[in-house]
């Protein structure tokens, strides 16, 4: 994961693209991509795929590199194929239970793994979210409230909703299921952000 700045910097440069390129195609700042390159700075991994999208490079290969990814949608995801990433310097662990590169997805599932005492660990997306608990516990903020999730709790949270997972002295897993697809290899349009 140390090179993952120095991968996405060779991925620009291979293109031929300035940071200013490249923001104008993800919608990040150039501060933050050059925060990103020098490995200054933390993605979420909503930024690391629009970085990915504008790049027309699956976010696998970042992490996999040694493996062949089968761009063939598939119903069944070994074990053994499943991708776990961890972004940048977050403490959060993800997961991915569905294949890499589905065509046309209707929803992503991942397990989210919180060890304890996370700091806040902000989140928005344009898809829905729905979670499960599976082990642990985890405090939850969306808008003003917060809700404290155990094993067997689930939620519901709208698209564009902003919402901060918090952990305290015990580690958390949560079933994540989000109407999004996260992994994409086409560039779409955005708003400038930062860390998103």
Not at 39 to 65: E, H, K, M, Y
Not at 116 to 134: I, K, M, N, Q, R
Request: net charge neutral.
């Amino acid at each position: 994961m140390d090179d993952l700045g120095s991968r996405l910097r060779a991925a620009r440069i291979e293109r031929d693209w300035t940071l200013e390129a490249l923001s104008e195609r993800c919608g990040l700042s150039t501060g933050f991509l050059s925060q990103v390159e020098r490995g200054q700075s933390t993605l979420s991994i909503v930024s690391l795929s629009a970085i990915c999208r504008a790049l027309s490079i699956p976010i696998a290969t970042l992490f996999s590199a040694d493996r062949p990814i089968d761009e063939q949608a598939h119903a069944l995801t070994r074990a053994s194929e499943q991708l776990h990433i961890r972004v940048g310097e977050s403490p959060v662990t993800y997961r991915y239970l569905t294949n890499q590169l589905p065509s046309d997805p209707i929803v992503e599932l991942l397990i989210a793994e919180f060890p304890p005492d996370t700091a806040p660990c902000e989140s928005h997306h344009e898809g829905e979210e729905l979670g499960y608990v599976l082990s642990g516990r985890v405090a939850l903020t969306v808008g003003t409230r917060t809700y404290t999730l155990r094993a067997g709790d689930s939620y519901r949270i709208p698209p564009s909703e902003k919402h901060i997972y918090t952990t305290k002295r015990t580690k958390a897993r949560v079933l994540m299921a989000v109407t999004q697809r996260f992994v994409e290899t086409e560039a779409r349009p955005g708003t400038k952000k930062g860390a998103g």
